[in-house]
C-alpha cells in the first residue's frame, strides 16, 4: 500500500505553528493518514508572497505522488538547462543542461511554478483532507506537559503534538533547544517580483526572453561580482518571475526590516545592468525584499518529551529563493507523513520523532552545503576563478549542441543523482522495514518496549533513494 493511503492504527491530534509550504504539506500528509491537524498562523491570511520557485525531480516525484500531477501540468512548467548570461554585457557565457534521459533516472521532471500557485495547491489540499487552518493566531508560547500553546491573546491550545513549521525565528524552536535561532547577515537580500507577460506585445525582445519555448525549455541566469537575477517563465507561460540578488551595502536604507511583506520601490534599487536585463527589471514598479541571513541547523529537532517537533526552516533554515527551498519542506512533509502512518502506540512517538531528525538533519545538511556553495559559482568576481567557470560553462553548451555519448550521461547522472534521485518516501519506508519492524518485533516478544532501547542511527544518509520515473505531459 502506498505510504498516502495508509491511515494510521492510532489517530493523534497535532498543532502545526506556521502555515507555509511545510506547515501546509506536513498537514495534508497528516490528515491523509487519519490523524487531526490545526494550523495556527500569525498572518492575516494565506501567503501572497510574489515570485517562483524550483520544483526539481526530488520535489515532483513527492507531488504526483500526492496526486497533484494535473495540477502541475496546469500550473509548472517542466525546464532542463540554466544559461548563463553576462550580468554587465548580455553575452552568452554558457550552459548547464540536464539531459532528459539522465532527469528520467532521476525518477520525475524539473518544473518551475509560481509560489502562490504552489500555495494554493497546498492549501486547498490541506482543507480537503481535513485540517483546520486559524490565520490571525500569533503563538507566544509553547509548552510540552501536556503539549499546548498560548495566543497573544490568552487563549490556550492543547494537542497530543505540537509541529513547529513557524520558519527560522521559530516560537516551537526556542522552546525546543532554549533559545532563538541566531543568525548573522550574510550580506546579500533578494528582490522577488512577478511580470504578466502581455505587457511585453510591444518589446520583441523581453517578449521573446521570456517565451517558455518547448523544445528548449531553459531559464536565464544574469551573472555578475557578488551579483546575480535569475528568472523563468511561470502561470502556464503568462507570467515571468524575476529574482535579484544585491548586496545590502548598494541598498540606501535597508534598515533591519525584514520578511516577505517588505516591499520596496525600484527607484531604490541600484539595476544598472546590461540593457535587456535593465528593461526587464525597470518594469516592476516594487519589488518584495527578503534579506539572506547564515543560520545553523537546530541540535535537537525535538524535545525530551517527544511531544514537540521542528521542522522545515524551524529545524534547517536554507536561504530564501534556492534551488531547493520548496523541495526540503516537501520533503520533509512526505518524510513525517510516512512514519505517522505507523503510529498504533502512544509509545512510538518519542521514536518516530527521533527517526524523523535522524532521516531528516543529514540530508538537509547536505543541500545547505550545496546551496551555499552555488553562490560561489554566480557571485565570483573577475579573475582566474571566473574564466575557469565561464570556460566550463561554455565546454558544456558546446558538447550540448554535440550531443553527449553515454560517458558523459554517466557523469552528470553520477553529479546528480543523490540530490535529484532521492526519494522522501523510500527512506521513510526504509528506516520502517530496517528499525521500525525492529522495535515492533522486540514489543510483541518481551511484551513491553525496553527502556534501553534507542533508535539505531538511519543509513539514509548514505543511500540514496530511487522511484519509478514519473513523466509528466498531457
Excluded at 48 to 56: I, M
Excluded at 60 to 75: A, I, M, N
Aim: hydrophobic content about 40%; glycine content about 8%.
Amino acid at each position: 500500500m502506498s505510504s498516502s493511503k495508509r491511515r494510521a492504527p492510532l489517530s493523534i491530534e497535532f498543532i502545526i505553528v506556521g502555515a507555509g509550504v511545510a506547515g501546509l504539506a506536513s498537514a495534508f500528509r497528516l490528515c491523509q493518514a487519519g490523524h487531526r491537524v490545526r494550523i495556527l498562523d500569525k498572518a492575516p491570511g494565506p501567503n501572497r508572497r510574489a515570485g517562483g520557485t524550483h520544483l526539481p525531480p526530488n520535489a515532483t516525484k513527492v507531488l504526483v505522488d500526492w496526486g497533484f500531477k494535473d495540477e502541475l501540468l496546469k500550473y509548472a512548467l517542466s525546464t532542463r538547462a540554466s544559461t548563463f548570461i553576462s550580468i554587465d554585457t548580455g553575452k552568452v557565457i554558457g550552459c548547464l543542461e540536464w539531459k532528459e534521459d539522465v532527469l528520467q533516472e532521476t525518477g520525475a521532471d524539473y518544473m518551475v511554478i509560481r509560489y502562490r500557485d504552489l500555495y494554493d495547491m497546498l492549501y486547498r489540499a490541506a482543507i480537503k483532507a481535513g485540517a483546520r487552518i486559524t490565520y490571525n493566531a500569533t503563538v507566544t508560547k509553547v509548552h510540552a506537559n501536556p503539549p499546548r500553546v498560548e495566543l497573544q491573546d490568552g487563549t490556550v491550545l492543547k494537542a497530543d503534538m505540537v509541529i513547529g513549521a513557524d520558519g527560522p525565528r521559530s516560537t516551537v524552536r526556542e522552546a525546543v533547544v532554549g533559545w532563538p535561532c541566531e543568525e548573522v547577515p550574510e550580506g546579500h537580500s533578494a528582490y522577488v517580483a512577478i511580470i504578466p507577460r502581455d505587457i511585453l506585445q510591444n518589446d520583441p525582445e523581453l517578449s521573446e526572453l521570456t517565451r517558455f519555448h518547448e523544445n528548449r525549455p531553459d531559464y536565464p541566469i544574469w551573472t555578475g561580482d557578488s551579483r546575480h537575477v535569475i528568472a523563468f517563465t511561470v502561470a502556464g507561460g503568462t507570467e515571468f518571475a524575476v529574482h535579484a540578488f544585491l548586496p545590502d551595502s548598494e541598498v540606501d536604507g535597508i534598515g533591519d526590516q525584514d520578511g516577505w511583506d517588505v516591499i520596496v520601490p525600484r527607484e531604490r534599487l541600484p539595476f544598472h545592468f546590461e540593457p535587456k536585463l535593465q528593461r526587464l527589471l525597470d518594469i516592476p514598479a516594487t519589488y518584495q525584499r527578503v534579506r539572506l541571513f547564515q543560520r545553523e541547523c537546530a541540535e535537537e529537532w525535538t524535545d525530551e518529551s517527544g511531544r514537540l517537533l521542528l521542522m522545515g526552516e524551524a529545524a534547517h533554515p536554507l536561504y530564501p529563493c534556492v534551488l531547493q527551498s520548496c523541495s526540503m519542506q516537501i520533503e520533509d512533509a512526505e518524510v513525517l507523513g510516512t512514519l505517522f502512518s505507523r503510529l498504533r502506540a502512544w509509545d512510538q512517538l518519542s521514536h518516530l520523532v527521533e527517526a524523523f531528525q535522524e532521516l531528516r538533519e543529514p540530508r538537509t545538511r547536505a543541500i545547505y552545503a550545496k546551496e551555499t556553495k552555488a553562490f560561489d559559482t554566480v557571485w565570483v568576481g573577475p579573475g582566474p576563478q571566473r574564466d575557469a567557470r565561464d570556460q566550463a560553462l561554455h565546454s558544456m553548451m558546446i558538447e550540448g549542441h554535440k550531443g553527449w555519448d553515454e560517458t558523459k550521461m554517466r557523469w552528470q547522472w553520477d553529479e546528480i543523482c543523490e540530490v535529484f534521485g532521492y526519494n522522501a518516501r523510500d527512506a521513510a519506508e526504509d528506516w520502517w522495514v530496517m528499525w521500525g519492524m525492529l522495535r515492533e518485533r522486540s514489543i510483541t516478544r518481551e511484551g513491553h518496549c525496553p527502556s534501553s532501547y534507542t533508535v539505531p542511527f538511519c543509513m539514509g544518509s548514505t543511500v540514496t533513494h530511487y522511484a519509478e520515473p514519473v513523466v509528466l505531459r498531457n
